[in-house]
Every structure is written in C-alpha cells, then in structure tokens.
C-alpha cells in the first residue's frame, strides 16, 4: 500500500512539475518582455526627437517673423524720416 500511495505522489508531482513553463519557454517570454520595453524606449525616443525638432522649427518661425516686422517697420520709419527732412528742407 505504501509502495502505491509513493507512486501516485510521485506521479502528481511530476504531472505539476511537467505543466509549468519550460527553461525555454522562460526564456523566450524574458526575450520577449526586453524587447517590447526595447522597442518601447526606441519610439519615446524617436517621439522626443520628433518634439524637439518641431518646437525648433516653431520657434525660428516665430524668431523670423518678429526679425522681419521689426525690419519692415525699421524700413518704413526712415521712409517716413526722409519724407520729413524733405518737406523741411523745401520750405
């Protein structure tokens, strides 16, 4: 009786050590967790890039136009300047 109680442990013992993931398996599921926080760190990355590159772009625009309105109206100002020397120096 002894001799069958210690088969049928050792045959449930090894039925549960049998249904749980294999090294192999383990392994391929770590491989695979590394790769998508990989993948993950890659894309925020690119993201980053991307953000940086637009902010960038948005602020020499913004740079360029308030260059090109100050030298619009430095422009326009020594027009306004030259027609007043004129009318004085007429009269």
Same mark, same amino acid.
């Given at each position: 009786?002894?001799?069958?109680?210690?088969?049928?442990?050792?045959?449930?013992?090894?039925?549960?050590?049998?249904?749980?993931?294999s090294?192999?398996?383990?392994?391929?599921?770590?491989?695979?967790?590394?790769?998508?926080?990989?993948?993950?760190?890659?894309?925020?990355?690119?993201?980053?890039? !991307? =953000? $940086? @590159? /637009?902010?960038? &772009?948005?602020?020499? *625009?913004s #740079?360029m %136009? !308030? =260059? $090109? @309105? /100050?030298k619009? &109206?430095?422009?326009? *100002?020594? #027009?306004? %300047?030259?027609?007043?020397?004129?009318?004085?120096?007429?009269?």
């Amino acid at each position: 009786m002894k001799k069958v109680l210690i088969s049928v442990a050792v045959g449930i013992m090894s039925t549960l050590v049998a249904c749980g993931p294999s090294a192999a398996e383990k392994a391929a599921k770590e491989k695979a967790k590394q790769d998508s926080i990989a993948s993950y760190a890659m894309a925020a990355k690119v993201q980053a890039t !991307a =953000d $940086s @590159t /637009a902010k960038y &772009e948005a602020d020499m *625009k913004s #740079k360029m %136009a !308030a =260059d $090109s @309105t /100050a030298k619009a &109206e430095k422009h326009v *100002k020594g #027009k306004s %300047a030259k027609k007043h020397s004129h009318k004085k120096s007429k009269n």
